[in-house]
């Protein structure tokens, strides 16, 4: 097989994911977004790994490392969310500005 | 022997350490102490006095802390100075030698005559000041630190008078600086008085700077600071060397000994408690310039151009000062002024080559000047006032001040038998024989100069005549001065009537008797110059100023005479303010000195103001300003952080890649 396919399969995943991170309102789609793109990121160690296929498989295990993160990331996130969820009864993202800058004490100092 | 020179100059240096930071425990270990030993006095009437002097004197720290340390001086001292009068040569210890990289100096001392004499006079005065003190500052809440500063004060001038090391011999002059500036300013809650102390300390190290550097020519042109060997290399210098040198050695004079063109510092000195003014006019700081040249001689007999130098400033602090002199409303000020003058006298003495009537002299003033000084306390605490206006008809309630300050004001004054008049005649003996330069030139050809190390019997080039001739000239109209001066202060102060509506009585006694002591070597210390031929006054000279000054005080005495209320002074006139203003000096220096100091201080704060912190301040704001701009894309939505991450990356890949 090409490796072609598979790599350009990877980038089109990757960038689905970043159009979402940057574009969605929704938490979780946001999230999931993050998820296509470890998993773009997991195509290719796979692809690569078959193409350079040496002794330890690297690209395999690394593979296995980012799907543990993943998960992990996954379930902080989803706990992160219900709880802001609970606290503002919206996960829209462009209305969770509690971090932006006070431009008027700014303008002050 | 040395080392008890240097002990008599380490004790009053650590009685100031022990007396400033232990002083007050003193006073509380004996306390307990004093009152076991007022018990032990038996009761009664007749034992009074014997109480008081129990309750009082050894509860007081700090006053034994003073007054023990330089009485075990003044005996050292005296023991030196007996010492080197028996076996007359000069005595030189080394405690070390430091090793500079350069020329090395060595902490040492150096005794001779003079410097023993001096020595023993410094000790005298202090001692004098110190028993003063201890009832004329009685109440004062700083007595500790002010004893202190005094001891610091009379160490630092016996180390002056007894150094072997021009290094060393500055180190003292400098301290003295420090401490007529803490004593000056004892009382610095008033403005004036600070400023004061600032004026003292200030026009001083003016003339400290170029003596400084007087010390280092010398010292580099004879490769060493050792006062012996410097002397003893002094007829191989270059004259351009010791002119130089020498010019800058008469800064240090004019600033420390009050000379014309620095003397204005003295005056208003008058600021501080009375009997520091005793200790600088009479025996310290004051007397320090004198000696020093007297010190450095040979140096200036080989530089006529710096002793003429020397006497034109002489002449003019001589008659400037005493006419300032005679218009003062302020005793002190009066005294500050003729200290000038005596002092230029001794300066005059020096230009015309008579270093023994110089020193002659600075013996005598230190003894009437100090009783005149702590005469003026007493008198200043009977009536509660420094004013001439004030006082008057002293003589009754307050005798012994009386009789010792007439023995003061005769020994200032020059009348006969007091201390002032022989030594002053010697000075104008010694200038008139300087008018005839061939007799100069034998006396200096044959009198061996006393280097310390080595004696030189070289012929040294003569004083202009011309100086001498001005020395004696401004010397007899001085003189007439000065007897018209003392002549008012007495009889304004201790005749006529009473102007005070306080019961002014005499004085205590540990302030009365150092007054009517001092007032023996007032009258007496003239006759000691008797034994030597440079020091006795000859017939003419002595008619001719006695002359003089029967004609001031005569004067005066006529004047006052027709209306004992008033002040002779009146008939100065318009001329008085000018003179009592000292010639306007003051406001001359302001216009020329202090107003283009100032004007270019604050040019200086003025451009450090709008240039250099307005730079500084100027970055911080630009900067925050350029920090706002990007404050504005903080707009709390990560994905629009996120986009701009995004934006970056792409931005440094394009770049990346097109440039490679």
């Known amino acids: 097989m090409h490796l072609v396919y598979p790599v350009v399969i990877a980038a089109v995943l990757f960038s689905v994911g970043v159009y979402g991170v940057l574009a969605r309102r929704n938490a979780i789609l946001v999230l999931m977004s993050v998820e296509l793109m470890l998993n773009a990121v997991n195509l290719n160690l796979v692809v690569f790994d078959m193409r350079w296929a040496d002794r330890l498989h690297g690209g395999q295990v690394l593979t296995l490392f980012v799907i543990v993160l993943a998960a992990a990331e996954v379930g902080l996130g989803l706990a992160l969310v219900l709880l802001i969820y609970r606290n503002r009864q919206t996960v829209d993202v462009d209305r969770l500005r509690t971090l932006h800058e006070d431009r008027e004490e700014g303008a002050r100092q | ?660």
């Open chain 2, 1 to 660: 022997m040395i080392v008890l020179a240097a002990v008599a100059v380490l004790l009053p240096f650590a009685a100031a350490f022990i007396g400033m930071i232990f002083g007050p425990t003193i006073s509380h270990l004996l306390t307990p102490l004093a009152r076991r030993l007022r018990r032990s006095v038996p009761p009664g009437a007749a034992n009074g006095r014997a109480r008081t002097l129990a309750r009082r004197l050894p509860a007081n720290g700090p006053a034994l802390v003073a007054v023990l340390p330089v009485a075990a001086s003044t005996v050292l001292a005296a023991v030196v100075a007996v010492a080197q009068w028996q076996h007359p040569r000069p005595r030189t210890g080394t405690l070390t030698v430091v090793r500079t990289g350069g020329i090395p100096f060595g902490l040492s001392l150096e005794v001779d005559g003079t410097a023993a004499v001096v020595a023993l006079l410094v000790c005298c005065v202090a001692l004098a000041v110190q028993i003063y003190s201890v009832a004329y500052m009685r109440d004062d809440p700083r007595y500790s630190s002010y004893a202190a500063f005094v001891s610091l004060f009379t160490a630092a001038m016996l180390l002056v008078v007894l150094s072997g090391d021009l290094l060393a011999l500055y180190v003292g002059w400098e301290v003295m600086g420090v401490c007529s500036y803490f004593l000056i300013g004892h009382y610095w809650h008033d403005r004036a008085t600070s400023r004061a102390a600032v004026k003292a300390f200030l026009v001083t190290r003016l003339g400290d700077v170029g003596f400084l550097f007087g010390i280092f020519v010398l010292g580099l042109a004879a490769h060493s600071f050792e006062i012996g060997t410097v002397l003893g290399r002094v007829p191989s210098m270059s004259h351009t060397t010791l002119v130089a040198g020498t010019l800058l050695l008469l800064c240090g004079l004019a600033g420390k000994s009050a000379q014309f063109p620095l003397h204005t510092w003295l005056p208003d000195a008058m600021a501080g408690p009375t009997p520091v003014s005793a200790l600088i006019h009479a025996a310290t700081m004051v007397a320090a310039g004198v000696y020093v040249v007297a010190r450095l001689y040979p140096a200036f007999l080989f530089a006529p151009a710096a002793l003429a130098v020397l006497g034109v400033m002489a002449a003019i602090s001589m008659l400037g000062a005493a006419l300032a002199a005679l218009a003062q409303d302020d005793l002190k000020r009066v005294l500050a002024y003729s200290t000038i003058s005596q002092l230029a006298y001794m300066g005059g003495g020096l230009a015309v080559g008579t270093r023994d009537g110089a020193l002659f002299h600075l013996l005598a003033h230190g003894a009437f000047k100090a009783l005149l000084f702590l005469g003026a306390g007493c008198v200043i605490v009977a009536v509660g006032s420094n004013m001439l206006s004030a006082m008057g008809g002293l003589r009754h309630t307050m005798p012994v001040t009386f009789w010792s300050m007439t023995v003061g004001f005769a020994a200032l004054a020059g009348v006969p038998p007091a201390s002032g008049f022989f030594s002053k005649d010697t000075i104008l003996s010694q200038a008139w024989h300087a008018t005839r330069p061939e007799h100069t030139q034998a006396w200096f050809a044959s009198t061996p100069l006393n280097s310390g190390v080595q004696r030189l019997t070289v012929s040294v080039p003569s004083v202009p005549t011309w100086t001498a001739w001005l020395v004696l000239a401004a010397g007899l109209l001085t003189a007439a001065v000065t007897a018209a001066y003392a002549t008012r202060t007495w009889l304004v102060a201790f005749f006529g009537e009473r102007r005070s509506a306080t019961g002014a009585g005499e004085a205590t006694g540990l302030m009365r008797w150092p007054v009517a002591v001092l007032a023996v070597p007032a009258l007496v210390i003239g006759f000691l110059g008797l034994g030597s031929d440079e020091l006795r006054p000859e017939l003419g000279m002595t008619l001719v100023s006695l002359l003089f000054v029967v004609a001031g005080a005569g004067a005066v005495f006529l004047v006052w005479n027709r209306d004992p209320a008033l002040d002779p002074v009146r008939l100065l006139g318009p001329a008085r303010p000018f003179l009592r203003d000292g010639f306007r000096l003051d406001a001359v220096y302001d216009v020329l000195v202090v107003r283009p100091l100032v004007a270019l201080a604050e040019m200086v704060v003025h451009t450090d103001e709008r240039a250099v912190d307005a730079a500084v301040v100027g970055t911080g704001r630009g900067t925050r300003r350029l920090g706002g701009l990007l404050r504005r894309t903080e707009n709390g939505n990560p994905q629009t952080y996120i986009s701009g991450v995004l934006a970056g990356v792409v931005l440094i890949v394009l770049a990346v890649v097109v440039l490679t």
